[in-house]
């Protein structure tokens, strides 16, 4: 794809070059208001609430002759409709489920800005994520909620305006610290069990080349490539 071939792929656009940019961004965007109307519509498919069903069904019991009723919960049986529906693995169609009623609910505002075009989808998850991680997420109780809610506005009021004119990377970061912030606590337990993970291991590739793959502490990790990277520019040319 070369300069010629851009100039042509431009021209039947009839767009210049800027103006081709423009129209990505208004694209963008309403990618961006597409993915809200998306989420408006799973909340309205599977209820803000999980909905849990109840079924009578004959098993059998001790006695292998005889059976026994016993009665099995299903929790979002929608989710199995909405996955048919569109496609998707039920565990992504749960996942989906789960963070449209968090931008229905505690998360309303990272679902405005998404509405109005201002973060886009990816943006939005990062928010999502994070908040997940927030202490009281279940909201199985009066406190559970409230501590959750709290936490949440928090979160966005410190992560939204870096995710409006900020890079993915860049909200991850703002996002990762707000949570340290709010749950120092929980943030230690979770590093100290990530820490168990780690490992290192070597894939052998061709030529005579092999990969290298570490999974450790994010200091430690930055350290080495430091050290790499300072070793590299000393050798000679």
Known sequence: ????????????LGLSPRAAVEALKAVERQLAQLHALQVRLLVAAADVRPHIAEYAVLLPGDDPWQEEERVIRIEDSVREEIAAALRWSPVTAQYRIDHARLLAGPLAPTAAALAEGTITPAHARVVVENAERLPGRWMRDEVET????????VL????????ARGTLSRTRT???????ALDPVGA????????RTCDV??????????TLIARLAT???????RRIVAHAEALPP
């Open 174 to 180: 703002a996002a990762t610290r707000a949570v340290i």
């Open 188 to 195: 230690g337990r979770r590093r100290q069990v990530a820490q």
């Open 146 to 153: 409230a501590q959750f809610t709290q936490a949440c506005t």
């Open 201 to 210: 291991s070597v894939s052998d590739d061709v030529d005579g080349i092999s």
């Open 156 to 163: 966005q009021q410190r992560v939204l305006p870096v995710a």
């Open 219 to 225: 200091e430690k990790a930055h350290t080495i490539l």
């Open 1 to 12: 794809f070369d300069a010629h071939d851009e100039a042509e792929t431009t021209a039947s």
